[in-house]
C-alpha cells in the first residue's frame, strides 16, 4: 500500500510543467491557467499594499485569444510555454 507521501510524489510527476517569463525571468508554474494576482506575486513576492500603487500587467504569446493584452484585477489568462508578463507598479503622487 502506497503512502500519502507516495501517493503525492507520483501526482508530481504527471503534473505538466509550464516555463514562463515574468520580467524577462524565467519561471515555472504547474497550472495553465493564471490570475492577474498570481502574476503579480511571481513578479514581486507578494501583492504590494498602498492606495497609491498601481499595478499593469501585460501578456505575451498566451494560450486564448487574443494572445496578447492587459490583465486586469480579477481575471486571468490561459498560459503556454513561452507565456511572458511585464509587470510593472507605478505610485500615483
Known amino acids: 500500500m502506497e503512502s500519502e507521501k507516495e501517493e503525492k510524489q507520483e501526482e508530481k510527476k504527471h503534473e505538466k510543467v509550464y516555463k514562463i ?38 501578456f505575451h504569446h498566451a494560450d486564448q485569444h487574443p494572445a496578447e493584452g492587459t490583465l486586469l484585477p480579477g481575471q486571468s489568462v490561459k498560459i503556454k510555454n513561452n507565456t511572458s508578463f511585464d509587470v510593472t507598479q507605478t505610485n500615483r503622487s
Open 21 to 58: 517569463f515574468v520580467n524577462t525571468r524565467e519561471k515555472e508554474v504547474t497550472t495553465d491557467i493564471l490570475t492577474y494576482e498570481d502574476v503579480v506575486i511571481l513578479a514581486f513576492g507578494s501583492i504590494p499594499k498602498g492606495d497609491s500603487i498601481r499595478i499593469t500587467v501585460l
